[in-house]
């Protein structure tokens, strides 16, 4: 579509609509986190670094956000499957649902986790049974995470298995091949590319998770306390180590994305990008 | 298909929210809004003065920003149009002023007192204070940099030092704690849902509403704070004259009535 709109222009003028775009769009998406980086010195921010309640917090947002990433590929991939291959009454509902936690504010999100999950929740009830209590701990963190984090991994995971070629996969099963073997051998290499970008994207939505974690799981430094939590209680006390904070967490995240971007075999996240995206 | 109704319904979706954080005008000739920045304690007492105040001022519409005194002060500094504020504690109105931030000296307008609170329920019978201390009771306070987490532990520490409390009361009870929120609201709604087991808050935050959830113990008056509200109004206000007339009905009797009907002590009634 967009092609077509291109073409129809003057090549000029096009050219000059794309480019002033990109600058505008571009600039505005730096210009915050120039502001942050000029605000600060590499030094200043090595020494916060050091500090107790950093280190905490730096060591509780990594475990956290892996665990929780981990939780959403090993739960989203099957539910992306499933949709992607299947039909089934409800299946608008199911889809809704997934993509929920984008449009919900995390807050909202936080407060209904608690209203599940707390220990008057209708689910806390039954963990408490089993001797298990969310709120205020840091397995209270990963399920605030996990919950936000999910429609960045079914999405992209979807996206990508659905626009495998369906001979490729009939072609497995005329072999008599199970679905589970089509899956685990043909589907999953072949979707590799959109599970990647999806992995990326819910891991670093955990890592950033910020408003369902404080409803949720509350904020305790070594316990609940991650970085962004750090950042924003640092933010109302300590401008300054609240920059330094914001940087270390934009330095990581910026690492995070680029190191999964140019990790394997180069060309596959344009493919990936592609897919996910639809048309 | 569905694609392109979930890109609608995500489109829907975030210009709602972006309309939402526009601030709601009236029509453009009416007057300028005034804009009052009040520590979350405040909240419902805030509220009832400023329809006071609407009506005693027809034409001048009043609106708040309630959150931690610390995020209000760190909001002005940032440049935020407020007209009024008000801090839970002389803390973060120095803060301001050191900054020159508002316009003249601060007033003391009203005095608070703290309490804590248990939820009805009371799944960790808690029946007085010296239980705050025993182990794994989920202690929410507000966290330090809030006027009302560091009056919290004030209250600790000098209970530490009263009758009747052992001498160690005071790190065996901050060990309880579980979370340091970032306003006092956030520490009602964690015991009024039943999620901790106790919680410091302002006498004024047990609203009748509040009180169908929750207990109150009593803090007693040796040990407790009187934190004391001071209100000012900022500089380069964008409504200054109405900045003016909202002080006056705070500091008036009509006014200190009000805060007192919202368990806030007026000033006459503290005294020396």
Redesign the interface.
Same mark, same amino acid.
């Given at each position: 579509m967009a092609e077509v709109a291109v073409r129809s222009l003057r090549p000029s003028l096009a050219r000059f609509g794309v480019l002033a775009a990109s600058v505008l769009l571009l600039g505005f998406l730096a210009l915050p986190f120039i502001g942050l980086l000029l605000r600060v010195s590499a030094g200043e921010v090595l020494a916060r670094l050091a500090r107790p309640v950093v280190i905490d917090a730096l060591r509780l947002s990594f475990i956290t956000s892996v665990a929780a990433t981990a939780v959403v590929v090993v739960l989203g991939i099957p539910v992306a499957w499933l949709l992607a291959t299947r039909e089934f009454p409800g299946k *608008?509902v199911v889809?809704?649902l997934v993509?929920l936690p984008?449009?919900l504010?995390p807050t909202v999100a936080g407060f209904a986790l608690?209203m599940a999950f707390? *220990?008057?929740g209708l689910g806390g009830r039954a963990l408490a049974a089993l001797g298990i209590s969310l709120?205020?701990t840091t397995l209270g963190v990963v399920v605030a995470q996990v919950f936000m984090a999910v429609p960045f991994m079914v999405g992209p995971a979807r996206a990508s298995f659905a626009s495998l070629d369906r001979k490729l996969l009939d072609a497995a099963a005329t072999l008599r091949a199970r679905e589970a073997f089509t899956f685990f051998h043909v589907a999953l290499p072949l979707a590799l590319p959109g599970l990647l970008a999806g992995v990326a994207m819910s891991g670093a939505r955990a890592l950033g998770e910020f408003g369902a974690t404080?409803t949720f799981a509350?904020?305790?430094?070594g !316990? !609940?306390q991650t970085m962004p939590l750090a950042v924003?209680?640092a933010?109302?006390?300590d401008?300054d180590a609240a920059v330094a904070l914001s940087v270390l967490l934009l330095v990581m995240a910026f690492g995070l994305l680029l190191g999964l971007r140019s990790a394997p075999a180069g060309s596959f996240w344009g493919r990936g990008d592609a897919r996910a995206q639809?048309h | 298909m569905n694609r392109v109704h979930r890109r609608t319904l995500v489109l829907v979706a975030s210009l709602a929210l972006l309309l939402g954080t526009v601030p709601a005008h009236g029509e453009a000739d009416a007057a300028k809004p005034l804009e009052v920045y009040a520590a979350a304690s405040l909240a419902d007492a805030f509220t009832e003065l400023g329809r006071l105040f609407e009506q005693r001022q027809p034409g001048i519409r009043v609106r708040f920003n309630f959150a931690g005194s610390q995020q209000l002060a760190t909001q002005i500094e940032q440049g935020a149009a407020a007209d009024v504020f008000a801090s839970a504690d002389e803390r973060w109105m120095d803060y301001a002023k050191e900054r020159g931030l508002v316009v003249g000296e601060p007033t003391m307008f009203v005095h608070n007192r703290l309490v804590v609170i248990v939820p009805r329920t009371n799944p960790a019978r808690i029946g007085r204070l010296q239980d705050l201390a025993k182990g794994g009771i989920k202690l929410v306070l507000a966290a330090d940099a809030v006027p009302v987490g560091r009056y919290s532990r004030t209250v600790i520490r000098n209970l530490s030092h009263t009758e009747g409390f052992p001498a160690d009361y005071a790190p065996r009870t901050l060990k309880n704690v579980v979370s340091e929120e970032e306003n006092v609201k956030s520490v009602v709604s964690k015991v009024q849902l039943g999620e901790a087991d106790a919680g410091f808050v302002y006498r004024s935050d047990i609203s009748p509403v509040i009180r169908r959830y929750v207990r109150v113990l009593e803090v007693p008056a040796s040990a407790n704070v009187v934190a004391a509200y001071p209100i000012a109004r900022v500089k380069d206000a964008p409504a200054p004259e109405a900045a003016k007339a909202f002080l006056d009905l705070v500091l008036s009797a009509e006014g200190q009535q009000v805060l007192e009907r919202h368990g806030l002590m007026p000033l006459a009634a503290n005294g020396p």
């Open positions: *608008r889809e809704v993509d984008v449009v504010p608690l707390g *220990r008057a709120p205020f404080i509350g904020n305790l430094p !316990t !609940t924003y209680v933010l109302q006390s401008l639809g | -």
